[in-house]
C-alpha cells in the first residue's frame, strides 16, 4: 500500500510540542512525587520535586504563551475551530470507528488532510487540553506559587485548598490525556509513523 | 426548562462536592461560639501607684534639696504594658506577689534588684489547679533544651515568657496564625534583637532570614509555622515542645511535613488533633481548617477516583491494544 505525506507539522509547532511535552512529564513526574512524598517512600528529594516543578511550571506559561500567539498568527489555530452544526454526530462517528470501525478494518471517517489536521474526537480533547486545562493549570499553578495573593477563607472555603485541589484535579486530566493521547498516536500508517512525523514535520496516511 | 435542570445539576455537583468544607466549617463555628469570662480585678488600686511610673516612657521626681521637679526617661526593661498585663495571664497579681513589698517605697533600695524573683514552679509547681498544664514536665523538657544547657545561669523561664504579658495561646486560640505570630515573636525577641541576644550570649546573633535562605517558600513557612515546630524536640506528654535542639538537629527534611504523617499533627495542630475536629474524606484534616500543606493533605475519594480511574484507562488501551493486535 502506497503512503500520502502531508507536510502537517511546521517547525514552531514541533518544537512547541516537543517543549510541552517534556514539560508536562516533568510536571507530572515531580507533581506526583510533591504530593505522594512520605518519610518511607519518595521517587526523589521534595526540595528538587518543588524547585524542578516551579521552574517547568513557569517555563511551561511561556510556551503556552508561544502556542497562543502562534494559533493566533498562523492558519494553525484554524484547526481548533469547531464547527457547531452537526458536530456532535461527527464525534460519535469518530467514537464509534475507534470503538468498533477500526477493528472492521473500516475507513476512518475522517482523514487527515492538509485542510483538517484533528479528528473530530481530536478536536474535543485538544480543546479541552490546551484551552481549558492547560491555562487553568497555569493561573492555579502561578497561585500557588505565590499563596499570599488569595483570600485565605472565602464564603467559609479554604481557598487555597479549593486552588491546589483543581491544580491537582487539572493535573490528573491531563496525565491521563498524555496515556491515551501517547497510544492513539500508535494508530497510525506504522506504530512509530505519527512519533516520526512530530519530528520530521510529515504526516503520513494511506492512499 | 433545560437551562434550569442544568443550572440545578450544577449547584448540587458543586454542593457534594464542596460538602467536606461546609462539615469543616460547622464543627468548628461550635467552638468560636464561647464567650470570654468576665474578669474581677481586686488589685487594680495597688498596682496604679507602681504603674504611675512603670507604665509611662518618662518619670517624674522632686528633688528634695531644691524642690525642683526632674523628669527622667523610664528604661524599657522597666516599663510595663498594662493593656498587656491586664489582658494577660497574671491580670490579677499585684506587683508585690512577685515583687519584694520593699519596692512600694520610692525611690527604690539599689539593692532589691539582688533579690531572688520566684520561678514558674514556685508557684504552678505541684498545685492540682495547673496540673493540665504540666509545668514540672515543661521545666525537665526545659532543663534538657540548648537553652538551659548551654546558658544555665542566664535562662529561665522569664527568658521567653515574660510573666507582665505572656498570655496562654496555643491552648485556647481558634486561629492558628495568631498562635504562630505569638510563638514566633518570643524566639524572635531574642534572635532577632541583638541588644537582649547578647544579655545570654556573647555571639554574633544570626541572621534569621540569612540562616534560612535554603528554605523554599520562605516568607510563607515564617507565616504558617512556628520556630519550635523544626527546632525543637517533640514530647507527646505536653502541648507545647520546650526541649529546644542544637541547630545541628533542627529538622530540615521536607517530607517530615509535607508527608502523610506530617510532625505538624504533634506540634502546631497538637491541640486541633486533641479536639479532633475530621473534614469528611481529607488525609490530616485537622491542618484544613487553617491552612493546607502539600503532600500531607489528601482527599481519600480523590484518591480512589484517580486510581480507578487510571485503572480503567490501563484496561481500555490493553484491550484495544490486543484487538488491533489480532486483525490482520
Given at each position: 500500500m502506497s503512503h500520502n505525506k502531508i507536510y502537517l507539522y511546521p517547525v514552531w509547532i514541533r518544537f512547541w510540542h516537543l517543549f510541552n511535552a517534556l514539560l508536562c512529564l516533568g510536571l507530572i513526574i515531580t507533581g506526583i512525587n510533591m504530593q505522594y512524598t512520605s518519610t518511607d517512600f519518595q521517587m526523589f528529594g521534595f526540595v528538587w520535586s518543588v524547585r524542578i516543578h516551579n521552574i517547568c511550571g513557569i517555563t511551561l506559561s511561556v510556551v503556552y504563551i508561544v502556542f497562543l500567539f502562534g494559533n493566533f498568527f498562523t492558519k494553525n489555530g484554524n484547526f481548533y475551530k469547531v464547527e457547531i452544526k452537526g458536530y456532535v454526530d461527527r464525534l460519535l462517528k469518530q467514537v464509534n470507528y475507534y470503538t468498533f470501525g477500526i477493528f472492521k478494518k473500516e475507513k476512518a471517517p475522517f482523514p487527515i488532510s492538509e485542510e483538517r489536521k484533528f479528528n473530530p474526537l481530536q478536536q474535543f480533547t485538544y480543546i479541552a487540553m490546551m484551552y481549558l486545562s492547560v491555562p487553568l493549570i497555569i493561573v492555579t499553578g502561578w497561585l500557588m506559587l505565590y499563596p499570599d495573593v488569595l483570600v485565605h477563607r472565602k464564603l467559609g472555603f479554604n481557598v487555597l485548598l479549593l486552588t491546589d485541589l483543581a491544580h491537582i484535579c487539572f493535573g490528573f486530566f491531563i496525565s491521563m490525556f498524555l496515556i491515551i493521547h501517547v497510544y492513539f498516536c500508535t494508530i497510525g500508517v506504522t506504530k512509530l509513523s505519527s512519533f516520526q512525523s512530530m519530528i520530521d514535520g510529515w504526516h503520513q496516511s494511506h492512499d | 426548562m433545560k437551562s434550569k435542570i442544568l443550572i440545578s445539576s450544577i449547584l448540587i455537583f458543586f454542593s457534594i462536592l464542596f460538602s467536606p468544607f461546609l462539615f469543616a466549617q460547622d464543627n468548628q463555628s461550635t467552638v468560636k461560639n464561647e464567650t470570654p469570662k468576665e474578669k474581677k480585678y481586686t488589685n487594680k488600686g495597688d498596682n496604679s501607684k507602681c504603674f504611675t511610673c512603670h507604665a509611662h516612657n518618662v518619670i517624674e521626681f522632686k528633688n528634695e534639696k531644691d524642690g525642683k521637679i526632674i523628669k527622667r526617661r523610664m528604661s524599657n526593661n522597666f516599663r510595663i504594658d498594662t493593656v498587656q498585663f491586664y489582658n494577660g495571664n497574671h491580670w490579677n497579681f499585684k506587683c508585690t506577689d512577685c515583687h519584694d513589698s520593699q519596692y512600694g517605697k520610692t525611690p527604690h533600695d539599689g539593692q532589691l534588684r539582688f533579690t531572688d524573683m520566684p520561678k514558674c514552679l514556685d508557684c504552678h509547681g505541684g498545685d492540682p489547679a495547673f496540673a493540665q498544664y504540666k509545668f514540672e514536665q515543661i521545666s525537665v523538657e526545659f532543663e534538657k533544651s540548648v537553652h538551659s544547657t548551654k546558658h544555665r545561669a542566664e535562662f529561665s523561664c522569664w527568658s521567653c515568657h515574660d510573666p507582665h504579658t505572656y498570655k496562654i495561646n496555643a491552648r485556647n486560640k481558634q486561629d492558628v496564625k495568631t498562635t504562630i505570630a505569638y510563638d514566633n515573636s518570643i524566639c524572635l525577641s531574642c534572635h532577632a534583637d541583638v541588644d537582649k541576644y547578647q544579655l545570654i550570649s556573647s555571639k554574633i546573633n544570626p541572621n534569621i532570614l540569612t540562616k534560612h535562605e535554603w528554605l523554599p517558600n520562605q516568607a510563607n513557612h515564617f507565616k504558617n509555622v512556628r520556630c519550635i515546630e523544626c527546632h525543637a524536640q517533640r514530647d507527646?506528654?505536653?502541648?507545647?515542645?520546650?526541649?529546644i535542639q542544637p541547630k545541628a538537629k533542627a529538622v530540615k527534611k521536607c517530607v517530615e511535613c509535607h508527608s502523610k504523617n506530617p510532625v505538624l499533627l504533634q506540634s502546631l495542630y497538637k491541640f486541633k488533633v486533641q479536639e479532633s475536629r475530621a473534614a469528611q474524606g481529607f488525609l490530616n484534616s485537622a491542618i484544613l481548617t487553617e491552612g493546607y500543606v502539600i503532600g500531607a493533605n489528601r482527599n481519600t475519594y480523590l484518591n480512589i477516583f484517580t486510581i480507578i480511574a487510571f485503572a480503567c484507562a490501563v484496561l481500555g488501551i490493553s484491550i484495544h491494544a490486543y484487538l488491533r493486535s489480532k486483525i490482520k
Amino acid at each position: 500500500m502506497s503512503h500520502n505525506k502531508i507536510y502537517l507539522y511546521p517547525v514552531w509547532i514541533r518544537f512547541w510540542h516537543l517543549f510541552n511535552a517534556l514539560l508536562c512529564l516533568g510536571l507530572i513526574i515531580t507533581g506526583i512525587n510533591m504530593q505522594y512524598t512520605s518519610t518511607d517512600f519518595q521517587m526523589f528529594g521534595f526540595v528538587w520535586s518543588v524547585r524542578i516543578h516551579n521552574i517547568c511550571g513557569i517555563t511551561l506559561s511561556v510556551v503556552y504563551i508561544v502556542f497562543l500567539f502562534g494559533n493566533f498568527f498562523t492558519k494553525n489555530g484554524n484547526f481548533y475551530k469547531v464547527e457547531i452544526k452537526g458536530y456532535v454526530d461527527r464525534l460519535l462517528k469518530q467514537v464509534n470507528y475507534y470503538t468498533f470501525g477500526i477493528f472492521k478494518k473500516e475507513k476512518a471517517p475522517f482523514p487527515i488532510s492538509e485542510e483538517r489536521k484533528f479528528n473530530p474526537l481530536q478536536q474535543f480533547t485538544y480543546i479541552a487540553m490546551m484551552y481549558l486545562s492547560v491555562p487553568l493549570i497555569i493561573v492555579t499553578g502561578w497561585l500557588m506559587l505565590y499563596p499570599d495573593v488569595l483570600v485565605h477563607r472565602k464564603l467559609g472555603f479554604n481557598v487555597l485548598l479549593l486552588t491546589d485541589l483543581a491544580h491537582i484535579c487539572f493535573g490528573f486530566f491531563i496525565s491521563m490525556f498524555l496515556i491515551i493521547h501517547v497510544y492513539f498516536c500508535t494508530i497510525g500508517v506504522t506504530k512509530l509513523s505519527s512519533f516520526q512525523s512530530m519530528i520530521d514535520g510529515w504526516h503520513q496516511s494511506h492512499d | 426548562m433545560k437551562s434550569k435542570i442544568l443550572i440545578s445539576s450544577i449547584l448540587i455537583f458543586f454542593s457534594i462536592l464542596f460538602s467536606p468544607f461546609l462539615f469543616a466549617q460547622d464543627n468548628q463555628s461550635t467552638v468560636k461560639n464561647e464567650t470570654p469570662k468576665e474578669k474581677k480585678y481586686t488589685n487594680k488600686g495597688d498596682n496604679s501607684k507602681c504603674f504611675t511610673c512603670h507604665a509611662h516612657n518618662v518619670i517624674e521626681f522632686k528633688n528634695e534639696k531644691d524642690g525642683k521637679i526632674i523628669k527622667r526617661r523610664m528604661s524599657n526593661n522597666f516599663r510595663i504594658d498594662t493593656v498587656q498585663f491586664y489582658n494577660g495571664n497574671h491580670w490579677n497579681f499585684k506587683c508585690t506577689d512577685c515583687h519584694d513589698s520593699q519596692y512600694g517605697k520610692t525611690p527604690h533600695d539599689g539593692q532589691l534588684r539582688f533579690t531572688d524573683m520566684p520561678k514558674c514552679l514556685d508557684c504552678h509547681g505541684g498545685d492540682p489547679a495547673f496540673a493540665q498544664y504540666k509545668f514540672e514536665q515543661i521545666s525537665v523538657e526545659f532543663e534538657k533544651s540548648v537553652h538551659s544547657t548551654k546558658h544555665r545561669a542566664e535562662f529561665s523561664c522569664w527568658s521567653c515568657h515574660d510573666p507582665h504579658t505572656y498570655k496562654i495561646n496555643a491552648r485556647n486560640k481558634q486561629d492558628v496564625k495568631t498562635t504562630i505570630a505569638y510563638d514566633n515573636s518570643i524566639c524572635l525577641s531574642c534572635h532577632a534583637d541583638v541588644d537582649k541576644y547578647q544579655l545570654i550570649s556573647s555571639k554574633i546573633n544570626p541572621n534569621i532570614l540569612t540562616k534560612h535562605e535554603w528554605l523554599p517558600n520562605q516568607a510563607n513557612h515564617f507565616k504558617n509555622v512556628r520556630c519550635i515546630e523544626c527546632h525543637a524536640q517533640r514530647d507527646d506528654s505536653i502541648l507545647v515542645a520546650h526541649n529546644i535542639q542544637p541547630k545541628a538537629k533542627a529538622v530540615k527534611k521536607c517530607v517530615e511535613c509535607h508527608s502523610k504523617n506530617p510532625v505538624l499533627l504533634q506540634s502546631l495542630y497538637k491541640f486541633k488533633v486533641q479536639e479532633s475536629r475530621a473534614a469528611q474524606g481529607f488525609l490530616n484534616s485537622a491542618i484544613l481548617t487553617e491552612g493546607y500543606v502539600i503532600g500531607a493533605n489528601r482527599n481519600t475519594y480523590l484518591n480512589i477516583f484517580t486510581i480507578i480511574a487510571f485503572a480503567c484507562a490501563v484496561l481500555g488501551i490493553s484491550i484495544h491494544a490486543y484487538l488491533r493486535s489480532k486483525i490482520k
